[in-house]
């Protein structure tokens, strides 16, 4: 069905999941959507289709995130 936009694309259905990792030596706290998810690791967590804003936050670097 067409999205509620009405530009005739249909909306996402269904849902996917995310792994995040860190390499061991610090964890990272991960946002999905502007909201807190958990801290690495991340695994298997079940998430809506459609596009997302992931951001991993290192607790040490005061506020610096990469947007992935």
């Known amino acids: 069905p067409p999205d509620a ?3 005739g694309a249909a909306a996402p259905r269904g849902t996917g999941t995310l792994t995040v990792k860190d390499n061991g030596s610090r ?3 991960v946002t999905l959507d502007g909201r807190f998810l958990s801290a690495t690791p991340v695994v298997q967590v079940a998430i809506p289709a ?4 992931i951001e991993l936050l290192d607790p040490a670097s005061l ?3 990469t947007d992935v």
């Open 27 to 29: 964890y990272l706290n």
């Open 63 to 65: 506020g610096d995130c």
């Open 50 to 53: 459609g596009t997302h804003v």
């Open 5 to 7: 936009a009405g530009d």
